[in-house]
């Protein structure tokens, strides 16, 4: 096997020339992106199938699970008199 000249050598160093990466497009657009649950006006009550009397809360944006909570008569309210 002959050796390699020295033209083969440098070509095997000599670098491409380094191009931009393309225009990437976001990986979710912004209509599609998560839902963070938020805007407390888009929350659906419903109440809840398993336990009595307590309300499931889901988002009306993407349907998502927000949380369980008691009915409003069972929370204990700051009243003036507690102050």
């Not at 931009?20 to 407390?40: I, L, M, V, W």
Request: hydrophobic share 25%; glycine share 6%; net charge positive.
């Amino acid at each position: 096997m002959p050796a390699p000249t020295a033209a083969e050598l440098q070509a095997l160093w000599t670098l491409a020339p380094i191009t931009p990466p393309p225009e990437r497009s976001p990986a979710t657009p912004p209509e599609t992106a998560r839902c963070c649950h938020s805007d407390r006006r888009r929350w659906i009550d419903r109440p809840d199938k398993r336990r009595s009397g307590w309300i499931r809360t889901t988002c009306g944006l993407c349907g998502g699970f927000v949380g369980y909570r008691p009915p409003d008569h069972q929370r204990t309210k700051q009243t003036n008199d507690d102050i």
